[in-house]
């Protein structure tokens, strides 16, 4: 079952997914560089919404999540995350409370929610809405959002939101920042996305905001360190527990034709070595055992004795330049390595070796951060290998093609600094 399951997955035609309107504004490398110098508008509003409300709302998210929820006020966010009982990950996404039973997500956890709600066993519903979502993030990000909304929005909390107005229309402003910097994502009815944009690139043009396109909008989430379903984790879709969820999510939500594809290295009969728990992830801190939720006893036994843990690797940049270089040789060249980032929705999968050949972990999908100059991937290794400067080997390469070994650096995970938290009051008293 493993083995015919893995070879579906590596023998599927992998989509480009239709989001973020264009492959590039201006130029991938100005694009990328917008989130370190001025800040970036990026639009998700491709990601699903739902709306769960009732008197069993709150219920189903404690249920199903690994998060708890004794102190989640109107207007608070989190991030959620969704497991099957063996502490795998369905899917991760923001929660955002409107009221006292009532509940917006996004995202796979909008999906596999409203499937958990369709079975009857809870007082509450699920209703499909289209909203648009527009991240500004970056140094020059609450500059420009002061601008748009005509607020202050320095007393808005992290993962909190609150009501603004933009263009006449209103709008949840969420402050969060996926780049790893001061940002807010701008929710609003879909309707008015348009006029939205519009307003917030006009305001936005003196400060130096840049719009990203496909090509380079995940190396942010690299650099930061947000693991991505499908991306830089292959979701659970195969368990059990999940029979006819597929199905049932389809013919209620435009899944893009997508479907999960695995390529790289990394070569297992066992599904299992392909999926990933939240504590692997980097998301064990969320974690509560204060209450009972899918996959908390298999959780419990992990955190006390974890197999792998996040970590960012950087590439050799000569092993990298040799892959390019074997385009223009004779030989069989290596699988290319797409920059600045593998457009196609792939949850890659390399092998990591140390000096003695032996499978230390796993690396996704790498990226080229232009403003660090090196090529970047997650990766989830061993405990005793994630200390940074630690030199491994990633094999380069699907299993039957000609396969590269590549030098590799440990490093933290998110590999650059992480200022979403910053004092916004500070920043707004700072002289321009």
């Avoid at 970056?138 to 748009?148: D, I, N, R, S, Y």
Wanted: glycine share 8%; hydrophobic share 40%; net charge negative.
């Amino acid at each position: 079952m493993g083995s015919d399951l893995i070879g579906t997955l590596r023998s599927a035609s992998p989509g480009y997914h239709p989001g973020w309107r264009r492959l590039e504004f201006t130029d991938w490398r100005e694009e990328q560089l917008s989130w370190k110098t001025t800040c970036y508008l990026g639009d998700w509003s491709f990601l699903w919404d739902v709306i769960i409300e009732g008197p069993d709302a709150l219920r189903v998210f404690s249920d199903t999540c690994i998060n708890g929820f004794d102190s989640f006020a109107i207007g608070q966010a989190k991030h959620i995350v969704q497991c099957t009982s063996d502490g795998k990950v369905i899917g991760d996404g923001i929660l955002m409370r409107l009221g006292r039973q009532k509940f917006i997500t996004q995202g796979v956890p909008a999906l596999h929610t409203s499937w958990v709600l369709s079975a009857g066993d809870y007082d509450a519903t699920w209703t499909a809405v289209d909203r648009t979502k527009l991240q500004v993030s970056g140094p020059t990000a609450l500059a420009v959002c002061q601008a748009v909304t005509g607020e202050p929005l320095t007393d808005v909390k992290f993962m909190h939101f609150t009501d603004v107005t933009i263009a006449g229309h209103p709008v949840w402003a969420l402050r969060q920042g996926m780049a790893g910097e001061i940002g807010f994502e701008f929710h609003a009815d879909a309707a008015h996305r348009e006029e939205i944009t519009e307003a917030i690139l006009s305001v936005g043009a003196e400060h130096g905001i840049r719009r990203v396109g496909r090509r380079t909008v995940m190396i942010n989430h690299l650099e930061a360190a947000f693991p991505t379903g499908n991306w830089h984790y292959l979701k659970q879709s195969d368990h059990p527990e999940l029979a006819g969820s597929g199905e049932w999510i389809r013919k209620h939500f435009d899944t893009y034709g997508l479907t999960a594809t695995i390529k790289g290295s990394y070569d297992s009969d066992d599904i299992n070595e392909y999926l990933r728990s939240p504590i692997e992830l980097g998301w064990g801190r969320s974690i509560r055992f204060d209450h009972d939720f899918v996959g908390r006893a298999a959780l419990e036994r992990e955190i006390a004795d974890p197999q792998r843990v996040r970590v960012t690797l950087e590439f050799d940049s000569d092993d990298v330049i040799a892959i390019y270089a074997s385009l223009f040789a004779d030989d069989e060249p290596y699988q290319f390595l797409d920059i600045p980032h593998g457009q196609r929705w792939i949850a890659w999968s390399d092998k990591v070796i140390d000096e003695h050949d032996a499978v230390v972990g796993l690396s996704t999908n790498p990226g080229y951060s232009a403003y660090f100059h090196k090529v970047l991937a997650l990766a989830y290794v061993r405990p005793d290998m994630a200390e940074p400067g630690t030199v491994l080997t990633l094999i380069w390469g699907d299993p039957g093609t000609r396969q590269k070994r590549i030098r590799v650096t440990v490093a933290p995970a998110p590999y650059k600094t992480d200022n979403r938290r910053a004092d916004l009051s500070a920043i707004a008293a700072a002289p321009s």
